[in-house]
């Protein structure tokens, strides 16, 4: 497989992941209560998953000497893919926010 289509598909890959992911929080009730709702996660910030995909891309740079393109590319692509779904269902391109609310 060459490096372009490995890189597409494991975007697309990355992109039904995050999409799965997110309907799974979205539909039960137990999970959404306890991760999808806004909550302070880290010294008030609230760290969106798009931060793993860009931990996934940092790591595929990190692979990339000890275990060449093929590995670096879809670790790229599948961080790409988690970036891209995160950013087009919650319609902004974000990472890490302050969260602004008071708990009750």
Same mark, same amino acid.
């Given at each position: 497989m060459g @490096?372009?289509? %490995?890189? %597409? @598909?494991?975007?697309?890959?990355?992109?039904?992941?995050?999409?799965?992911?997110? /309907?799974? /929080? =979205?539909?039960?009730?137990? %999970? =959404?209560?306890?991760?999808?709702?806004?909550?302070?996660? /880290?010294?008030?910030?609230?760290?969106?998953?798009?931060?793993?995909?860009l931990v996934v891309i940092a790591l595929g740079g990190i692979t990339f000497l000890p275990y060449g393109a093929d590995v670096a590319l879809s670790m790229a692509g599948f961080g790409i893919g988690i970036i891209t779904m995160h950013t087009i269902s919650s319609k902004r391109f974000v990472f890490v926010e302050r969260e602004t609310f008071s708990k009750k």
């Open positions: @490096l372009i289509t %490995l890189f %597409l @598909l494991t975007t697309v890959i990355g992109i039904l992941a995050t999409w799965v992911f997110e /309907l799974i /929080l =979205q539909t039960n009730k137990k %999970l =959404q209560e306890r991760y999808y709702r806004r909550h302070e996660i /880290l010294f008030g910030y609230h760290v969106h998953h798009s931060t793993i995909g």
